[in-house]
């Protein structure tokens, strides 16, 4: 399996302009997750889909985020207008909820995200 | 609720010397316990996990985890650290019953030197 892929691998944008970052989980995983990563606060949670449902966007910064995941191969990221604070590396992991206990959740390589 | 400290940012450490990455969660109900590495300019990788049974896990590459109910902790150890072992890592937690949403601790970089 290719694993998670991210799209683009890095992004560099002015400030007020529209970035979309994408994301194709691994075939058959039904649960994605969207995260930011600083240096300053860490890895952040921005929101969880679950059979391609959004279940938890309370990590959303504000509303010039936006996730959509119009089918189970694939998701999308948007900052829209994107401000310089929204520099950071953006992963997508996926996992496999089932009936059983699992809950590991296989990482993306990331998309490094600068904007000036 | 979950919450996960880690409780060094930091840990030097010699190569060949042995090594405790320390962590502490809390929750209102029982958990499974995780910790991934994050090698540098890569995404996070699953080390470890606790879901059950056993309270020591042991991963491939000679790391060890040990869950302890009463301190609430899930620290890290390895006996002996190559350089290789240098990069961050991450204890998480997720609460049985839930859709699978992981709470991730700041983070700890290991840094080996020769």
């Known amino acids: 399996d290719a694993g998670v892929i991210q799209s683009p691998r890095h992004e560099v944008t002015e400030m007020g302009q529209e970035v979309t970052l994408r994301c194709k989980p691994i075939s058959g995983h039904n649960s994605l997750f969207w995260y930011r990563q600083t240096m300053m606060r860490g890895l952040e949670l921005l929101i969880y889909?679950?059979?391609?449902?959004?279940?938890?966007d309370s990590g959303m910064p504000e509303d010039r985020f936006s996730a959509k995941m119009p089918n189970a191969s694939f998701s999308t990221l948007k900052i829209q207008p994107s401000e310089p604070r929204d520099s950071a590396v953006y992963f997508c992991?996926?996992?496999?909820?089932?009936?059983?206990?699992?809950?590991?959740?296989?990482f993306g390589p990331g998309t490094r995200l600068t904007v000036t | 609720a979950q919450s996960v400290t880690q409780l060094d940012s930091q840990v030097p450490v010699f190569e060949e010397a042995p090594v405790e990455l320390r962590c502490n969660y809390s929750s209102s109900v029982s958990v499974y316990l995780f910790w991934y590495v994050q090698y540098p300019n890569q995404g996070l990788q699953l080390l470890l996990k606790?879901?059950?049974?056993?309270?020591l896990v042991e991963s491939i590459n000679g790391f060890e985890a040990e869950f302890n109910k009463s301190q609430t902790s899930f620290h890290l150890r390895k006996p002996s650290v190559h350089i290789s072992d240098t990069a961050e890592y991450f204890c998480?937690?997720?609460?049985?019953?839930?859709?699978?949403?992981?709470?991730f601790g700041q983070g700890t970089t290991l840094q080996v030197k020769p």
């Open positions: 992991a996926s996992s496999f909820r089932g009936r059983g206990p699992s809950y590991e959740q296989y």
């Open positions: 998480a937690v997720s609460g049985r019953g839930n859709t699978g949403k992981l709470i």
């Open positions: 889909f679950n059979n391609n449902v959004p279940i938890d």
């Open positions: 606790y879901l059950s049974g056993s309270t």
